[in-house]
């Protein structure tokens, strides 16, 4: 791995202002260089720290195309759908339209969804190599989960399909897609936000005591930088 960080910081406001202006620079590093900015959402949290940070920072909201790092296969207007929290959150507070994000087609199976998306990225990233995003924002569950990649998971072990269907997710819904390591692994930059007291076992066990198998441990870019910003509740055992 090129590069790792550990921010942490003082509490949840300060993590999404931290989030926020590193996606400002890096938007527009890529921007600059390529005209484009590639970036992978994950749900839950996430989506409110990034509605609440975003329409604070200064980039050229037109070159972003922001793909999903997992998804779940539900119909966008329920409640369980991360484009369709995205949607009613960050579509009007920043000047983005609905054909930025790069969708799952949620009417499929979560097989034929994820190999569906793997032709929506391959219009995005050069052939014959894996997809390299400039990068990926992470939330971390409770039990190390990243993505819709979860302990002791069969997909963790992938090592070549960029996206994987999942109907087994400990995580309500069961039915999803996920990004898998080659392809998290492959980002110019990977960056964990995580708050909140219930992760700090999680957190320790990553960053202090450097377990090793967890999903979200597994998170280490091979040419690339990885960023954990966690607020003082998440990293109170480190
Ligand atoms: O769609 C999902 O479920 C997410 O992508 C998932 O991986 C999330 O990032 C973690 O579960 C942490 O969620 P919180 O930050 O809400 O705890």
Same mark, same amino acid.
């Given at each position: 791995?090129?590069?790792?960080?550990?921010?942490?910081?003082?509490?949840?406001?300060?993590? =999404?202002?931290?989030?926020?202006?590193?996606?400002?620079?890096?938007?527009?590093?890529? =921007?600059?260089?390529?005209?484009? !900015?590639?970036?992978?959402?994950?749900?839950?949290?996430?989506?409110?720290?990034?509605?609440?940070?975003?329409?604070?920072?200064?980039?050229? +909201?037109?070159? +972003?195309?922001? !793909?999903?790092?997992?998804?779940?296969?539900?119909?966008?207007?329920?409640?369980?759908?991360?484009?369709?929290?995205?949607?009613?959150?960050?579509?009007?507070?920043?000047?983005?339209?609905?054909?930025?994000?790069?969708?799952?087609?949620?009417?499929?199976?979560?097989?034929?969804?994820?190999?569906?998306? =793997?032709?929506?990225?391959?219009? +995005?990233?050069?052939?014959?190599?894996?997809?390299?995003?400039? =990068?990926?924002?992470?939330?971390?569950?409770?039990?190390?989960?990243?993505?819709?990649?979860?302990?002791?998971?069969?997909?963790?072990?992938?090592?070549?399909?960029?996206?994987?269907?999942?109907?087994?997710?400990?995580?309500?819904?069961?039915?999803?897609?996920?990004?898998?390591?080659?392809?998290?692994?492959?980002?110019?930059?990977?960056?964990?936000?995580?708050?909140?007291?219930?992760?700090?076992?999680?957190?320790?066990?990553?960053?202090?005591?450097?377990?090793?198998?967890?999903?979200?441990?597994?998170?280490?870019?091979?040419?690339?930088?990885?960023? +954990?910003?966690?607020?003082?509740?998440?990293?109170?055992?480190?």
């Amino acid at each position: 791995m090129a590069s790792s960080e550990v921010k942490i910081v003082k509490a949840e406001a300060d993590v =999404i202002t931290e989030l926020c202006s590193l996606l400002e620079e890096r938007s527009k590093a890529a =921007i600059e260089r390529e005209d484009v !900015f590639k970036v992978g959402l994950s749900g839950g949290s996430l989506v409110k720290f990034l509605s609440e940070g975003l329409p604070n920072i200064e980039t050229d +909201w037109s070159k +972003w195309r922001l !793909f999903f790092c997992d998804e779940r296969v539900v119909p966008t207007d329920s409640a369980d759908s991360t484009f369709g929290e995205y949607k009613n959150k960050l579509i009007g507070t920043v000047p983005i339209t609905e054909d930025q994000f790069i969708k799952i087609d949620p009417e499929l199976s979560a097989e034929a969804a994820a190999k569906d998306y =793997i032709q929506k990225m391959a219009v +995005w990233f050069p052939p014959d190599s894996l997809p390299r995003f400039h =990068i990926l924002l992470l939330g971390m569950g409770p039990d190390g989960h990243t993505c819709s990649l979860f302990p002791n998971h069969r997909i963790l072990d992938e090592t070549s399909v960029w996206v994987s269907p999942i109907t087994d997710s400990p995580k309500p819904p069961p039915s999803r897609i996920t990004l898998t390591f080659p392809v998290v692994n492959n980002a110019e930059c990977c960056v964990f936000a995580v708050t909140g007291a219930a992760k700090a076992d999680m957190v320790k066990r990553i960053l202090k005591d450097k377990e090793e198998s967890l999903p979200a441990s597994r998170v280490r870019p091979s040419d690339g930088k990885l960023i +954990w910003i966690v607020d003082k509740a998440a990293a109170s055992k480190m």
